[in-house]
């Protein structure tokens, strides 16, 4: 399957990052914990030099806990600190002030040799579209968070939310593109529903998942299907596991013939919204090496 989407408006959003990069000392870069590899746009690591950085593992409800933590140890490891979130309960959401304060500890250090003490740490969220940016700053910035008016030096429009008095942040987040280096990259966007799938070809995806599913999952299909869904590493057991999906759902179309496009849609909302489980499905390179 051939996945390409490249927004024309990529460029001119690369340049007002740029800009608004230079106002800040924290990167927090949002993630998606199911694909935290695939939805991360690597150009970040050139735009944020010099930076301070943390990652937030957001939707970490719908990833696996051992996923996650393996991720959170594999981003400590490359000197990013790393938080588990879910944006939409909030939880994970108090330990971000202790990650801030270890991400900025360097700078924190170098303003205070210089005498300057206690100037908030001036951050902005960045990532790919839907990882949930918007949620989170709702939720971490609530409404009680003051906006402060617009200063001088900052684009027209931008305002900073106070969150309290170590940490202000950019009230409006910074749009990363999505990065199609792969199929298997643009796969994964495309399974946590990242890309526009009206341009993909559904019973396609869906077999593609259940690939990935057999592989990292196996137990989920039978869990949630039934026993003879059982899927497979070939596309023909994958098209059978979407057939028996339609069986067990009742996605049939006039003549009694399967409907595997209603099939395929079913079975990518499950997995979207984690009536699958909690599935993760990417491990850090390191940990795929180690697998047989
Ligand atoms: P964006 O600004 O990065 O584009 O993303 P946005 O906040 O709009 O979130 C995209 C979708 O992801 C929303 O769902 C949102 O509710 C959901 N979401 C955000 N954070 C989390 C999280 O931590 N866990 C889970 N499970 N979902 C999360 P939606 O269906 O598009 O909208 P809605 O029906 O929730 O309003």
């Known amino acids: 399957m051939n996945i390409q989407w490249y927004p024309g408006h990529m460029t001119k959003a690369k340049r007002a990052m740029k800009e608004d ?3 800040i000392d924290l990167i927090i870069e949002l993630v998606d914990a199911r ?7 690597p150009d970040i690591d050139e735009l944020g030099r010099n930076k301070a950085r943390l990652i937030l593992l957001n939707k970490a409800d719908l990833a696996s806990e051992k996923g996650n933590d393996s991720w959170v140890s594999y981003f400590g490891r490359q000197g990013i600190p790393a938080v588990k979130v879910d944006s939409r ?3 994970g959401l108090k330990q971000i002030q202790e990650a801030v304060a270890e991400a900025c500890r360097e700078k924190t250090e170098r303003d205070r040799k210089r005498g ?3 100037r908030p740490v001036r951050a902005m969220v960045v990532g790919i579209p839907n990882v949930g940016k918007s949620t989170f700053i709702n939720s971490y910035a609530g409404k009680a968070s003051a906006r402060t008016g617009n200063k001088p030096g900052v684009t027209k429009g931008n305002q900073w939310i106070r969150l309290n008095k170590t940490l202000e942040l950019l009230d409006t987040p910074g749009i990363l593109w999505p990065r199609f280096e792969s199929t298997e990259v643009g796969l994964h966007l495309a ?11 559904r019973e396609e995806l869906a077999a593609e998942l259940i690939l990935l599913l057999s592989r990292q999952c196996p137990e989920a299909l039978p869990k949630r299907y039934g026993e003879e869904v059982a899927g497979g590493s070939h ?4 098209v059978d596991a979407l057939e028996g999906i339609a069986r067990a759902r009742g996605c049939v179309v006039k003549g009694n013939e399967y409907d595997l496009k209603k099939a395929a849609n079913l079975l990518l909302d499950d997995y979207r919204s984690g009536r699958l489980g909690r599935i993760t499905l990417e491990f850090p390179q390191e940990e795929r090496k180690k697998e047989p």
């Not at 694909?35 to 746009?41: D, F, G």
């Not at 946590?192 to 070809?201: H, P, R, V």
């Not at 596309?235 to 994958?238: C, E, W």
């Open 21 to 23: 990069i230079k106002l």
């Open 235 to 238: 596309m023909s057991q994958a």
């Open 35 to 41: 694909v935290p590899c695939s939805s991360r746009n």
């Open 89 to 91: 309960s909030r939880a």
């Open 191 to 201: 399974f946590i529903g990242s890309i526009n799938d009206e341009i993909l070809d």
């Open 116 to 118: 300057i003490l206690n």
